[in-house]
């Protein structure tokens, strides 16, 4: 049973909200004995599980021990800690949590390539990656966070997630190689597990007087806050799926985050950049340090670089080149990505630096070291992520569609027997969907599928034709019992869409996500079944979680910004038949906006103003973020006089009561219950976007 409190929904709400930054695994940790089931109902794996993972065990490369060597190797202490505590009182970060994975035993619960990848990633301390020169600590959160040794002062990449473990690692360096002053730092790319921690290792004023350099990627402050704001609520809500975030550690439960272990859950922050990288190749000189930057937007991010250090022959591969295949699709919801630009990316990348350099490294993983082991991952990477491009594109060709493409693509053996060529963050099986979704959408050309029924309006049809529940619970045990999951999978879905509060079939069906779930190399489709199980099983969990300040990202976010996400707050059917016009202006930044209301759909221009509003809106920007933060209503500012109203006060009084707020624990699987799980806000506060603390 359960060892510690279980994390709750509220964490994965304060994991989302600028306001307050949880992650996966955040808030009380949830551990549990390794040799028992964490739930009464969960089943240990199946005759038929066991075969498949022997037979993975048996043909997969596992000969080839190179990972594990360049894991260890420079490797100059470990910490005498292993939780690293939040500013707020809870544990920020528990890597003695996966212990379980260190004892050498092969768990039937966890795909035996999983099982490797999650033990490559229990790397933990203080490592060399050029001597004198190069340093990382890794395993004090989702990703490392890199020291690079400046003439007068550290560089560095990527200050992880949380300020706790930012400090941490800086302290901890500090100690083992001498003090020295932070001169700059990189952001890679535009996820907040590259810069949440930054208030960690400087002050934000010696980023304003440019003592400190902040060096990022063009484009990195618009995506690092814009991008998952829009459908903020829903992906957070998925999270627990792809993520496992309330999935015990436990090799019944979560075992790895691919890249990392987990997200730290502390602090996060954001100071903004004060040098922007623009060019597609950018020399630049910091602290006696030579680097050249090379851009790759829409890769693994939408605002992402490398970075070559010729004199040291270094190639700093961001987060492009890890040690898995990435997410062209992440399965919590984001814009899907382009395969072949990804490809390109790195090849350009093999061409300008892969040829010359002698050690590569990155914010994930380990570093690989030598010009031959380099190129041969580079080339791994460009080629699997161009075949994934290619392949799928010729089998669309030939007329294989979306809901087939998972089933009949599979990389080239070469690239199997490659393990940087191997998908954890992603899987073969959703990214493939996801090229086809790309570039043909998700439709598969059959008119039937076009427009489909719901799956609450079909269900009841299949169970009454397949003769209903006791017949699909009879058919559906056979199959399990023959190990033919994905065959009960398809008709108990039908019954449990068909017969919500059936927890018979509920229970059945979460059996057999969980065979599913073990026998999943990608702990993002493996965590999304057991999370599937979890809830099947128990509900969606509640209850209260510590809170912490970090309102950096709620700055950050535009006014417009702003103004759109009210715009799809918006209740049409309150807002049907009324109309108005308002001017917002905010004087201390000079912007202007018309806001709209006309056809039930709220719209927003910017650097214009009507001389027909029925509404001017006039209120700084300073005083604004406050009211976006929650932390003062708009009607106080307007009673303090911070806010200030000429003409028609109706049109804003309608609109505050057509903004809907959204609530996290909405249902996704039948029959689970809808929980009441988001704290109240104020009207016009942002509700939680989706920041990515968790890399995708």
Known sequence: MLMRKTTTWLSLVMLSMAASSFAAGGGEIVTSDPTKHFDPKGKMPSKYTIEFQNGMRNTLPFEDKR????????????????????????????????????????????????????????????????PDKIYQVRGYDLANITFIKGDTGWIIFDPLTAKETAAAALKFVNEKLGERPVVAVVYSHSHAD?????????????VVSGKVK???????????????????????????YQYGVLLPRSPFGHVDQSIGKNT???????????????????????DGVKMVFQNTPGTEAPAEMNTYFPDMKAF???????????????????????????????????YHFGTDAEVMFASHSWPRWGNERIQEVMRAQRDIYANLNNEVLHLANQGVTINEIHNLYHPPKSLQNQWSAHSYHGSEEHNSRAVVNRYLGYWDANPATLIPLSPRDSAPLYVEMMGGSENIMK????????????????????LVFGEPDNQAAKDLLA??????????????????????????????????????????????????????????????????????????????????????????????IKGFQTPDADLTITIDRAELEKTMMGAVSFDDQITSGKAKLVGDRSAFDKLKTMLVQFDMGFEILPGTGTKDLTPEIKAFAIEPPAIETITD
Not at 323 to 336: D, F, Q, S
């Open 316 to 350: 700093w591969a961001a987060e492009n080149i890890t040690g898995t295949v990435h997410n062209i699709y992440t399965l919590r919801g984001a814009l899907v990505r382009d395969a072949l630009k990804w490809s390109k990316n790195i090849n350009d990348a093999l």
């Open 194 to 206: 590259h810069f949440g921690g930054v208030r960690g290792v400087v002050d934000e004023a010696d």
């Open 214 to 240: 902040v060096i990022a990627p063009v484009g990195f402050m618009d995506h690092a806050v814009s991008e998952n704001v829009y459908a903020g609520n829903a992906m957070t809500r998925r999270m627990f």
């Open 67 to 130: 990972d594990f060597e360049e894991a260890q190797k420079g490797f100059i202490a470990a910490p005498d800690y292993k939780q690293i505590m939040a500013e707020a009182g809870h544990v920020a970060w528990d890597m003695g949590s996966y212990e379980f994975l260190l004892t050498d035993k092969q768990y039937d619960t966890i795909h035996p390539s999983l099982q490797r990848q999650a033990v490559l990633n229990m790397a933990y301390g203080l490592y060399e990656v050029l």
């Open 475 to 494: 058919k559906s045990r056979e199959l399990y019992e023959e190990g033919k999951y994905r065959h009960a999978m398809e008709i108990l879905n039908k």
């Open 264 to 286: 730290a859950a502390g602090n996060l922050g954001l100071i903004p950049p004060n040098v922007i990288v623009d060019g597609d190749f950018e020399d630049m000189t910091v």
């Open 511 to 604: 059996d057999v996500y969980e065979q599913i779930g073990y026998q999943k190399e990608s702990p993002s489709v493996r965590n999304s079944f057991l999370a599937g199980a979890y809830e099947l099983r128990n509900g969606i969990p509640q209850g209260a979680s510590p809170k912490s300040s970090g309102p950096d990202m709620i700055r950050a976010m535009t006014t417009e910004l702003w103004l759109d996400f009210l715009a799809i707050r918006l209740d049409s059917k309150k807002a049907e038949g009324t109309s108005f016009l308002i001017n917002l202006v905010t004087p201390d930044n000079g912007e202007q906006f018309v806001v709209e209301l006309s056809n039930a759909t709220l719209t927003n």
